[in-house]
């Protein structure tokens, strides 16, 4: 069913399924205005997919560490907010701003000094580093320490609130996957893609692998960031451990949809994240007391039978199927 889905969808043309859905994301939270937060939510797994999949999937580079950006973002944000003295919409403006512009700058530090390293040793580097965060801001009495931080109320009447952080985030999403789109298509997109295939070989060429890999991975620190900071105002509260730099859920989420809807496409996370959220939502609901169980047997099931996940299995089937009418 869900590859007969995909086939006709993959024959309508790019830009008129990107207007289409474009027009049905902004419909959505009128149509359903009580899942207004839910919609929302889906739209930061979009982000955390997508931006995951740049070092993972296009790179060949397993990093379970991009939740530090996803914390930087909301510490950031919120102590702007807290600090400037602004009004509500101006200091969330800036606030965002200043969380993704010091995201960005924390993957070109970060990413200096450790993609260097390769292999599961780059993997183990960016785990410690999302525990150290963790730790540092549960430590940091600045930002509330181990108390967390409570976000400034929105000033907006009832059910405004929720569609306001809605477009915030769909636009943060949609910005997000315009720019990896453009990116791909370029001449960076094939040295990204030349250092998953053989990073020796692309060394060898001229490529500054290093450079190129910091890059990158500063440029989805920049969403992440910005995510992190509606995140943060959406929830109305900063945990250190539960919420910024949650490895056990928002870091570990995002590999699992960019792996279920296909590592190194384009539309593979957006897939992945669409079903992974909806299945996590219904578990939510039906399974309440059992839902972590059933989550994590979900990651299990994800791990064994889709290790090339939905995009995969069906270039994989197409594939099969030339080959027989050859």
């Known amino acids: 069913m869900i590859e007969n889905i995909l086939n006709r969808v993959q024959r309508i043309p790019e830009p008129a399924l990107l207007v289409g859905l474009g027009l049905l994301s902004l419909a959505a939270p009128f149509i359903l205005p009580g899942l207004a937060t839910q ?18 999937g296009q ?11 996803f914390g930087i973002g909301c510490y950031a944000c919120a102590v702007i907010q807290r600090d400037s003295g602004l009004p509500y919409y101006e200091a969330l403006a800036l606030g965002l701003c ?3 512009i010091v995201a960005m700058l924390s993957g070109l530090v970060f990413g ?23 730790e540092i801001a549960a430590g940091w009495d600045y930002v509330g320490a181990g108390s967390g931080m409570a976000m400034p109320l929105y000033p907006g009447g009832l059910g405004q609130r929720e569609l306001f952080f809605y477009f915030v985030m769909f636009a943060i999403a949609a910005s997000c996957f315009l720019t990896l789109r453009w990116l791909y298509a370029t001449r960076f997109g094939l040295a990204m893609n030349a250092i998953r295939d053989d990073e020796d070989k692309a060394e060898a060429t001229g490529l500054r692998t290093t450079s190129i890999k910091t890059v990158a991975w500063a440029i989805s620190a920049l969403f992440i960031g910005l995510a992190g900071g509606v995140t943060g105002n959406m929830l109305g509260f900063i945990d250190p451990r539960d919420v910024a730099f949650s490895g056990a859920t928002f870091g570990v989420w995002m590999v699992l949809m960019a792996i279920l809807g296909g590592k190194g496409t384009l539309w593979g996370p957006v897939i992945g994240a669409l079903i992974f959220h909806i299945t996590k939502e219904l578990f939510w609901t039906y399974l309440l ?7 994590g047997v979900l990651i299990v099931l994800i791990v064994l039978f889709f290790p090339q996940g939905i995009m995969g299995w069906i270039a994989a089937r ?8 050859a």
């Open 318 to 325: 197409r594939a099969q199927a030339a080959g027989e009418r």
């Open 59 to 69: 790179m060949g580079y397993n990093s379970f560490g991009n939740v530090v950006f």
């Open 39 to 56: 919609l929302a939510f889906l739209w930061l797994m979009v982000v955390l997919a997508q931006t995951w999949d740049v070092l993972g």
């Open 289 to 295: 007391g059992w839902q972590r169980v059933a989550l």
């Open 112 to 134: 200096a000094a450790l993609l260097g390293i390769r292999g599961h040793y780059f993997a183990i580097a960016t785990l410690g580093l999302g525990i150290a965060a963790g």
């Open 98 to 100: 200043v969380g993704g």
